[in-house]
């Protein structure tokens, strides 16, 4: 099968600041258990610091609308401070059954008094009859959506 890098994107108003919001991903992302246990139960940092290019990361997360805990395993490719985005390739775990490539960039972008985040994924998929992977974007959504209530919880 000829591969074909696809790509969703999700972009999301939240109403707290673009640098809380991106400091949270970039430096405590593995507390995302404690924000949403329901979405993400476990997450556990195998290799680095967790806050640099080279992390390995250990997620267990459920897709909004089952109750099955899925597992991947991710790798922090790219952190760009300047423009707030941060790029993971997730390279192992229960979605390579359908996707030989999956790759996540979040950024965070001021707007206002707030920030939208854009939170994008480009996949290949493993084989022929793979749907896309909305169920993902519903997953980031719900995400976001926890993180913001967080954070304006704790301003």
């Not at 493993?126 to 719900?142: A, I, N, R, T």
């Amino acid at each position: 099968m000829a591969t074909e890098t696809s790509k969703l994107e999700i972009v999301k108003e939240v109403r707290c600041s673009p640098h809380k919001f991106y400091e949270m991903i970039k430096y405590t992302f593995h507390h995302l258990p404690t924000v949403c246990p329901e979405l993400v139960p476990g997450a556990d940092i195998v290799e680095g610091d967790g806050e640099s290019v080279g992390t390995v990361r250990l997620w267990k997360y459920v897709i909004p609308g089952t109750t099955e805990i899925l597992e991947a395993k991710e790798k922090t490719e790219v952190i760009d401070d300047e423009k707030m985005l941060i790029v993971l390739d997730i390279f192992e775990g229960d979605h390579t059954d359908h996707y030989a490539r999956f790759v996540e960039k979040i950024q965070v972008i001021p707007k206002g008094e707030g920030s939208l985040v854009k939170w994008t994924i480009e996949y290949e998929k493993g084989k022929e009859g793979v749907s896309d992977p909305h169920h993902y974007m519903d997953l980031f959504s719900k995400i976001i959506d926890k993180l913001e209530a967080h954070l304006i919880a704790k301003a």
